[in-house]
């Protein structure tokens, strides 16, 4: 027996007994430990010490394209206006650049990854899970309304095994991740977000509460425990909260995450929630993350038009309405940092870009003391 033969072969049956193992565990009874390298734990503790020093800017696609331009890994934006670069960048793992999920892209995906690294930043990654059955990750796109995916993809279910695959891929490229001193690259990982909504087919009203955890606690321990993959920090990021839900909402458990995070882009529209719709959402955010030692991120949002475009229609957005939410008193200052999405072209960016309005406004959020860039990682 080869030795390839006979690598697949004890995979395949550790992975059989961590199913089985699985499936006799409860929602309540884990005792699972997740193991983190070096460098992600000090990103972890970077992340901590950081609350109410200041807060690490971050972009999705933050290099490679941007508005009127594309296909440079040094380019950036940001860069283009402040001469320097987002602490934080976002890429996907599935529908955006890249699809390291389904097994491509792994060169340019690495690349990108490794170069941000070693020019000081840190990476996080998302993941729009393609639906199992077809379509893709929106729930108005499934083409069999009745059928739960999220149950079809746990252990037992019909698209289990592609689901297997899909986590094979993603841990392949994350162990593959190896930094010019042999070390792995730490990622800050987000799947499964913005569950409180409906739009995505893991969201609130498309799968119980159970498989919904069940689903969180499976992808980090079959990554964790089958796969070895140390190096991610797991963030949870439900959307903005409404009145009837609260933010622990189908969490999965202090073990399984690491950063408490928060999706809004409704709030900070022109003549919508506003400042202190903002405030008391961060303040929510970071009492929590604070009791349970964790550190708290504003993960995902941006400047929206009130008809739900990515343009900025508000040219002091970054002063007048992200920097003055975050900082509004020493709760709010303690969010670690603050993604924004990506700048397409000019119908859909969140960032202005060479001669937009909001240039001025940036460039103040830019040199304001409490806001870090790559600059400031260092």
């Given amino acids: 027996?080869?030795?390839?033969?006979?690598?697949?072969?004890?995979?395949?049956?550790?992975?059989?007994?961590?199913?089985?193992?699985?499936?006799?565990?409860?929602?309540?009874?884990?005792?699972?430990?997740?193991?983190?390298?070096?460098?992600?734990?000090?990103?972890?503790?970077?992340?901590?010490?950081?609350?109410?020093?200041?807060?690490?800017?971050?972009?999705?696609?933050?290099?490679?394209?941007?508005?009127?331009?594309?296909?440079?890994?040094?380019?950036?934006?940001?860069?283009?206006?402040?001469?320097?670069?987002?602490?934080?960048?976002?890429?996907?793992?599935?529908?955006?650049?890249?699809?390291?999920?389904?097994?491509?892209?792994?060169?340019?995906?690495?690349?990108?990854?490794?170069?941000?690294?070693?020019?000081?930043?840190?990476?996080?990654?998302?993941?729009?899970?393609?639906?199992?059955?077809?379509?893709?990750?929106?729930?108005?796109?499934?083409?069999?309304?009745?059928?739960?995916?999220?149950?079809?993809?746990?252990?037992?279910?019909?698209?289990?095994?592609?689901?297997?695959?899909?986590?094979?891929?993603?841990?392949?490229?994350?162990?593959?991740?190896?930094?010019?001193?042999?070390?792995?690259?730490?990622?800050?990982?987000?799947?499964w977000h913005e569950h409180n909504g409906d739009w995505f087919w893991w969201g609130a009203s498309n799968c119980s509460d159970e498989e919904y955890i069940q689903l969180w606690r499976f992808t980090v321990e079959y990554l964790s425990e089958i796969k070895g993959v140390d190096n991610l920090l797991y963030a949870f990021s439900p959307a903005r909260l409404t009145l009837n839900l609260n933010y622990l909402f189908r969490y999965p458990g202090d073990e399984y995450i690491d950063i408490l995070g928060l999706d809004n882009y409704w709030s900070l529209r022109k003549n919508y929630g506003g400042i202190n719709e903002m405030v008391s959402q961060l303040q929510t955010l970071v009492g929590i993350a604070n009791t349970k030692n964790k550190p708290a991120a504003f993960t995902e949002t941006g400047p929206f038009s009130n008809n739900g475009k990515a343009i900025m229609n508000e040219k002091d957005w970054y002063t007048n309405k992200l920097l003055k939410s975050i900082l509004y008193d020493e709760i709010t200052r303690q969010i670690s940092y603050v993604m924004v999405w990506r700048n397409a072209d000019k119908s859909h960016f969140h960032v202005p870009y060479p001669g937009h309005p909001g240039v001025l406004d940036f460039l103040k959020f830019y040199n304001h003391p409490f806001t870090l860039f790559l600059n400031q990682t260092k």
Wanted: net charge positive; proline share 3%.
């Fill in 1 to 191: 027996m080869s030795c390839f033969v006979l690598l697949t072969y004890l995979n395949i049956v550790s992975s059989l007994f961590f199913i089985q193992e699985f499936n006799n565990t409860s929602v309540s009874d884990s005792l699972f430990v997740k193991k983190r390298s070096h460098q992600t734990q000090a990103l972890y503790n970077k992340l901590l010490q950081i609350k109410g020093k200041g807060i690490f800017f971050g972009m999705k696609d933050a290099t490679g394209y941007g508005v009127g331009w594309d296909n440079d890994n040094d380019e950036s934006d940001v860069k283009k206006i402040t001469g320097d670069y987002p602490a934080l960048a976002g890429w996907g793992a599935d529908y955006t650049i890249c699809r390291i999920a389904r097994g491509e892209d792994f060169k340019a995906a690495r690349f990108k990854i490794e170069l941000f690294h070693e020019k000081g930043g840190f990476n996080t990654i998302d993941w729009h899970a393609e639906n199992y059955y077809g379509g893709d990750y929106l729930w108005k796109n499934h083409p069999y309304k009745s059928k739960n995916v999220v149950a079809s993809i746990l252990p037992g279910g019909k698209n289990h095994l592609k689901f297997l695959s899909q986590l094979d891929h993603l841990a392949f490229f994350f162990n593959s991740l190896i930094d010019q001193n042999g070390e792995k690259i730490p990622i800050i990982f987000r799947p």
